[in-house]
């Protein structure tokens, strides 16, 4: 992290994605070993989850960013929901939430809600242990030598109150279980309609203190139905996780070469045979809307 007074350095990197008007991104680069550099090089963060989101998300469409950093979602999110969408995001670490505020009023995203909290289980106080060379991998899991942070945690069906949601990107390094702890409410009242790009990342659940199998029954119990994400030769696909157990074991297997507690992918997940069927048709059509 930057030292108090210290000069920082923030670029406005340009973001091209297909099917997406070009926006910019502002970022702290002094301290950033991982999503700025890319950025840099190439212009789209995670290309097979920018497509699929590219894909099924639609004008008019209600969705929430869990983990915003500084916005790539948010900004792109805001241009596929449209004037008659909307999206709330939610970043707790104060220089992200800073960077996340300037960049959707640089990209005029007037759609978009930020609020400087973290999702979890309910209201209440937490530690926010924070990376020095990745701002987007500030955790709330205890993570030894480490500086911290205090911030606010609020659960999702507190936080949306009732209102209806079709899409929700879960990126926070370990927490997902607790945030889908929160939301029993908003999952029954949106079952047949709610999407869910969810990160999978297996080092960070266990130092969170959520093994595999309390993970997979936690899925199962909400009756997910979970697909690896593939974009391969410019061709984008879903791969059903059957059964669910063996295949997050799969995907722990892909990840284990990179030997970093970190090492994490993302998974698409629906809730229910109704869900399935309606973005499944959505994704073999490529429909926008």
């Not at 070993?33 to 290309?47: G, Q």
């Not at 659940?205 to 199998?213: H, I, K, M, P």
């Amino acid at each position: 992290m930057s030292e108090p007074g210290a000069v920082r350095r923030i670029e406005l990197l340009q973001v091209r994605a297909p099917d997406v008007p070009p926006f910019v991104l502002a970022l702290e680069t002094q301290a950033d070993r991982s999503i700025a550099p890319h950025l840099r090089a190439n212009a789209v963060w995670e290309p097979a989850e920018t497509a699929l989101c590219q894909r099924l998300l639609r004008p008019g469409m209600h969705v929430v960013d869990a983990g915003a950093h500084a916005g790539y979602y948010s900004v792109m999110f805001s241009h596929l929901v449209g004037a008659t969408g909307s999206v709330l995001a939610f970043e707790p670490e104060p220089a992200n939430f800073r960077m996340l505020l300037a960049n959707l009023l640089l990209n005029d995203c007037g759609n978009v809600q930020a609020r400087p909290l973290a999702l979890a289980e309910g209201r209440g106080a937490a530690l926010l242990h924070l990376c020095d060379d990745n701002p987007g991998d500030h955790r709330l899991a205890p993570t030894p030598g480490r500086q911290r942070v205090a911030v606010e945690t609020v659960d999702l069906d507190a936080a949306l109150d009732g209102a209806p949601l079709d899409f929700i990107k879960l990126d926070t390094q370990g927490a997902e279980p607790r945030i889908l702890a929160g939301m029993a409410a908003t999952l029954s009242a949106n079952r047949d309609r709610l999407g869910c790009l969810l990160e999978f990342a297996p080092g960070l659940l266990e130092l969170a203190g959520v093994s595999l199998d309390r993970y997979a029954a936690q899925l199962a119990a909400l009756d997910a139905r979970v697909f690896a994400i593939c974009l391969r030769h410019h061709v984008l696909n879903l791969q059903r996780l059957v059964p669910l157990r063996a295949g997050l074991d799969m995907l722990v297997g892909r990840l284990a070469h990179l030997g970093e507690i970190d090492a994490s992918c993302d998974v698409f997940a629906v809730f229910g045979d109704v869900a399935e069927q309606a973005w499944l048709t959505r994704f073999r059509e490529g429909a926008l809307g």
